[in-house]
């Protein structure tokens, strides 16, 4: 059985950039990459429909270390795996992927303090007893998830009644066919997430016309793919200069906006939705089709580049249709209120499954870990969970933000241990914490995908270090300034080496 000092989960932005952090702060340490594909990028490489791009800019979806060069700010998806690809070449870390490798479980052991993993081929994962190629063992003493937080396999794809008889394909954009032809369809995008505002302008182009089908609207923003600050100080400022300046001012953008959400939503909201009117005149009934019931942030805003879903519903080329689906026939949708949409091809753009931990089958001594009774520790530690860090973004800004800090404090959590000769960090509870009120993984965001899993995820607290904050700003002093011996996070077990 190979042993590693470290194993990380994953191998797309997060863990890529969490192999950099390792190689560049732990040099010492041995590790190895299991990645359940068989190729880099992760959700840059899963996704491949039409207009795939990032809803964030690059210089905060972008990682701390490596310069964002491109113009384009909001990035198509085959740029971005680039980057990814690029990251792990520069930095010899391909080399320690393991590919097509997915883990299923994972077992502590305190006596030897060492995690056993149990690795199945990704062609044969499958339940215990059933054929296939014989799972991989392997063992380390520190685990690193970075499996992204929602299912490749199951994305959310709710029924409808009668869809067996449409005659025409009908699927989830996470498994876009490679040969679809929509050049000259009438096509039907169910659900109005980041997602379906890709897809729409995207396929808009060559189809004969698209509509995208919503419940309920979503706020949208529109902002320009290229950030000319940005391009403008590269012009005359170190490459690695000119980003750490950009991605301040992204960042500070970024709160300010979310933290105005906050304290006065109704102006917010006023100011998003004339911007709307603004892009689609004074005769679109924005009311009906861009004006949310909740408030700015209580789900995520839609970013779109250049305004493209708004110049493609002005073309004629795209509507929006606000209506409940009554049931699917074989030549489009009938809605509820009786109106019949023409189809040829349904895309359900309805969102994704999240997966606590990559769905992996954990346990401690024998003792299956039941995640939904333990507190988050800073966002990335479980309590009574030894040696176990999960990689988890923000909501309300870049992804990357986060996991770039999430590494660091890894980083510096191994080379406490080995400076202390500890084998375990276990996050515990003290006396203080006893009796903290439980409050959800995620607080104060009401979008479905979040809200139909947030019972199987960790709870979180009313006090440092048991939050997961969804604040940068917060989070730098939390994790990155906040000296890591604070009594809740401990540190023992049998000596290095045993």
Same mark, same amino acid.
């Given at each position: 059985?190979?042993?590693?000092?470290?194993?990380?989960?994953?191998?797309?932005?997060?863990?890529?950039?969490?192999?950099?952090?390792?190689?560049?702060?732990?040099?010492?340490?041995?590790?190895?990459?299991?990645?359940?594909?068989?190729?880099?990028?992760?959700?840059?490489?899963?996704?491949?429909?039409?207009?795939?791009?990032?809803?964030?800019?690059?210089?905060?979806?972008?990682?701390?270390?490596?310069?964002?060069?491109?113009?384009?700010?909001?990035?198509?998806?085959?740029?971005?795996?680039?980057?990814?690809?690029?990251?792990?070449?520069?930095?010899?870390?391909?080399?320690?992927?393991?590919?097509?490798?997915?883990?299923?479980?994972?077992?502590?052991?305190?006596?030897?303090?060492?995690?056993?993993?149990?690795?199945?081929?990704?062609?044969?994962?499958?339940?215990?007893?059933?054929?296939?190629?014989?799972?991989?063992?392997?063992?380390?003493?520190?685990?690193?998830?970075?499996?992204?937080?929602?299912?490749?396999?199951?994305?959310?794809?709710?029924?409808?009644?009668?869809?067996?008889?449409?005659?025409?394909?009908?699927?989830?954009?996470?498994?876009?066919?490679?040969?679809?032809?929509?050049?000259?369809?009438?096509?039907?995008?169910?659900?109005?997430?980041?997602?379906?505002?890709?897809?729409?302008?995207?396929?808009?182009?060559?189809?004969?016309?698209?509509?995208?089908?919503?419940?309920?609207?979503?706020?949208?923003?529109?902002?320009?793919?290229?950030?000319?600050?940005?391009?403008?100080?590269?012009?005359?400022?170190?490459?690695?200069?000119?980003?750490?300046?950009?991605?301040?001012?992204?960042?500070?953008?970024?709160?300010?906006?979310?933290?105005?959400?906050?304290?006065?939503?109704?102006?917010?909201?006023?100011?998003?939705?004339?911007?709307?009117?603004?892009?689609?005149?004074?005769?679109?009934?924005?009311?009906?089709?861009?004006?949310?019931?909740?408030?700015?942030?209580?789900?995520?805003?839609?970013?779109?580049?250049?305004?493209?879903?708004?110049?493609?519903?002005?073309?004629?080329? #795209?509507?929006?249709?606000?209506?409940?689906?009554?049931?699917?026939? $074989? *030549?489009? &949708? @009938?809605?509820?209120?009786? +109106?019949?949409?023409?189809?040829?091809?349904?895309?359900?753009?309805?969102?994704?499954?999240?997966?606590?931990?990559?769905?992996?089958?954990?346990?401690?001594?024998?003792?299956?870990?039941?995640?939904?009774?333990?507190?988050?520790?800073?966002?990335?530690?479980?309590?009574?969970?030894?040696?176990?860090?999960?990689?988890?973004?923000?909501?309300?800004?870049?992804?990357?933000?986060?996991?770039?800090?999430?590494?660091?404090?890894?980083?510096?959590?191994?080379?406490?241990?080995?400076?202390?000769?500890?084998?375990?960090?276990?996050?515990?509870?003290?006396?203080?914490?006893?009796?903290?009120?439980?409050?959800?993984?995620?607080?104060?965001?009401?979008?479905?995908?979040?809200?139909?899993?947030?019972?199987?995820?960790?709870?979180?607290?009313?006090? #440092?270090?048991?939050?997961?904050?969804?604040?940068?700003?917060?989070? $730098? *002093?939390? &994790? @990155?300034?906040?000296?890591? +011996?604070?009594?809740?996070?401990?540190?023992?077990?049998?000596?290095?080496?045993?």
């Amino acid at each position: 059985m190979n042993h590693f000092d470290v194993v990380i989960v994953g191998a797309g932005l997060s863990g890529i950039g969490t192999a950099y952090h390792l190689q560049k702060n732990c040099p010492q340490k041995s590790y190895a990459i299991l990645e359940s594909r068989d190729a880099v990028g992760g959700t840059w490489d899963l996704y491949r429909y039409p207009g795939i791009r990032s809803d964030s800019d690059m210089h905060t979806l972008g990682y701390s270390f490596k310069p964002w060069r491109a113009a384009k700010a909001i990035a198509d998806g085959p740029s971005i795996l680039d980057y990814v690809n690029e990251t792990a070449d520069e930095n010899a870390i391909r080399q320690n992927i393991q590919f097509n490798r997915r883990l299923v479980d994972a077992s502590w052991s305190s006596e030897d303090a060492r995690w056993t993993l149990t690795a199945a081929a990704t062609d044969s994962v499958q339940e215990p007893g059933g054929a296939g190629e014989e799972p991989e063992k392997v063992s380390c003493n520190f685990l690193v998830m970075c499996s992204g937080y929602y299912s490749y396999d199951q994305p959310h794809r709710p029924t409808f009644d009668g869809e067996e008889d449409f005659e025409g394909p009908i699927f989830h954009p996470q498994f876009w066919p490679e040969d679809l032809d929509y050049a000259g369809k009438r096509i039907v995008v169910i659900g109005s997430g980041a997602t379906a505002m890709t897809v729409v302008p995207a396929i808009a182009k060559d189809a004969e016309h698209v509509t995208m089908l919503q419940r309920s609207p979503t706020y949208v923003i529109s902002r320009p793919e290229k950030d000319v600050i940005a391009n403008f100080l590269r012009k005359f400022l170190p490459d690695m200069l000119a980003y750490n300046l950009t991605r301040l001012k992204n960042v500070t953008l970024q709160r300010r906006v979310y933290e105005r959400t906050r304290v006065a939503p109704q102006k917010v909201k006023d100011f998003l939705i004339g911007q709307v009117r603004k892009h689609l005149g004074p005769d679109y009934d924005v009311e009906k089709h861009f004006t949310p019931s909740y408030d700015p942030w209580d789900q995520r805003l839609c970013l779109i580049p250049n305004a493209d879903l708004f110049e493609a519903i002005k073309s004629g080329k #795209a509507s929006v249709v606000t209506d409940h689906i009554d049931c699917v026939t $074989k *030549k489009g &949708i @009938r809605l509820q209120s009786g +109106e019949e949409l023409d189809a040829d091809i349904i895309v359900v753009a309805t969102g994704l499954t999240l997966e606590v931990l990559g769905g992996v089958r954990f346990a401690v001594d024998g003792e299956p870990v039941d995640f939904p009774n333990t507190w988050t520790y800073k966002g990335m530690m479980y309590s009574d969970v030894p040696n176990l860090v999960q990689t988890f973004g923000y909501i309300n800004a870049s992804w990357t933000l986060r996991a770039d800090l999430t590494a660091e404090y890894t980083c510096r959590v191994l080379n406490h241990m080995d400076a202390h000769d500890a084998s375990r960090c276990t996050p515990r509870l003290r006396e203080e914490d006893q009796g903290m009120p439980k409050r959800p993984w995620i607080q104060d965001f009401s979008a479905g995908y979040m809200q139909r899993v947030m019972h199987l995820f960790p709870k979180q607290g009313d006090r #440092a270090p048991w939050q997961n904050t969804q604040n940068y700003a917060a989070d $730098k *002093k939390m &994790i @990155r300034n906040a000296p890591i +011996e604070d009594g809740a996070l401990i540190f023992d077990g049998p000596p290095r080496g045993r």
